[in-house]
């Protein structure tokens, strides 16, 4: 018959408890990143001229209640004109971003901005 020593049970348990932990945090990831998905795919309002980028991304992240994060190599401050009435959010992103020579990425349940590659 099998003999477990306590040791032998506070690892199993240990191994089962991060397999849990990993499980959980995988499901919640890709949860949060079909949610940002599906809000890429729904009608957004833009309306700005010469605004600063984080504004605009502020005003995005709270209207669609999505994280919109900007890289560390953008600069905030760029001024952002843009007017887009019942497109996508994801086509106004597509079109507002190039000329500023940036485009968008999704990332750990984030819409993140970032140079663009050449």
């Given at each position: 018959?099998?003999?477990?020593?306590i040791r032998?049970?506070?690892?199993?348990?240990?191994?089962?408890?991060?397999a849990?932990?990993?499980?959980?945090?995988?499901q919640?990831?890709?949860?949060?990143?079909?949610r940002?998905?599906?809000e890429?795919?729904?009608?957004t309002?833009?309306?700005?001229?010469?605004?600063?980028?984080?504004?605009?991304?502020?005003?995005?992240?709270?209207?669609?209640?999505?994280?919109?994060?900007l890289?560390d190599?953008?600069?905030?401050?760029?001024?952002?004109?843009?007017k887009?009435?019942?497109?996508?959010l994801?086509?106004?992103l597509e079109?507002?971003?190039p000329?500023?020579?940036?485009?968008?990425?999704?990332?750990?349940?984030?819409?993140?901005i970032?140079p663009?590659?050449?």
């Amino acid at each position: 018959m099998f003999r477990f020593t306590i040791r032998d049970v506070l690892w199993l348990t240990v191994v089962v408890g991060l397999a849990v932990a990993l499980a959980i945090q995988h499901q919640q990831a890709s949860a949060a990143r079909q949610r940002v998905i599906a809000e890429l795919q729904k009608p957004t309002t833009i309306d700005v001229i010469q605004m600063p980028l984080t504004d605009t991304m502020i005003y995005l992240s709270m209207m669609h209640r999505i994280p919109v994060v900007l890289a560390d190599e953008v600069d905030q401050d760029l001024p952002v004109t843009a007017k887009h009435s019942g497109v996508p959010l994801r086509t106004a992103l597509e079109t507002t971003l190039p000329p500023l020579n940036l485009e968008f990425r999704i990332k750990d349940g984030c819409i993140l901005i970032e140079p663009r590659r050449r």
